[in-house]
């Protein structure tokens, strides 16, 4: 039938376009990870916060956190813990 064709094309073409944003996201976020301030001592930790605030608000993120190895994370795109 017409209609299940068309669900089926509309879904693969909704499924495309999600994959595509999250690896867009994903991309992003590499990125951004790999920035050396993230491991910078000398860079205070309010421009971190200023850095990723704003790169949060440009890349419609709505908060970055920094994750270590210990999986203690601190919100990058907050000056709160």
Known sequence: ??????????????????????????????LLSRNPMLIDKSVSQNKKVNFYKKCASDYGFKVFFNIDTAGNGKNFTDKGE
């Open 1 to 30: 039938m017409q209609v299940e064709e068309d669900m089926e094309t509309l879904t693969t073409e909704v499924a495309q376009t999600v994959e595509e944003e999250i690896l867009k996201a994903e991309g992003v976020v590499d």
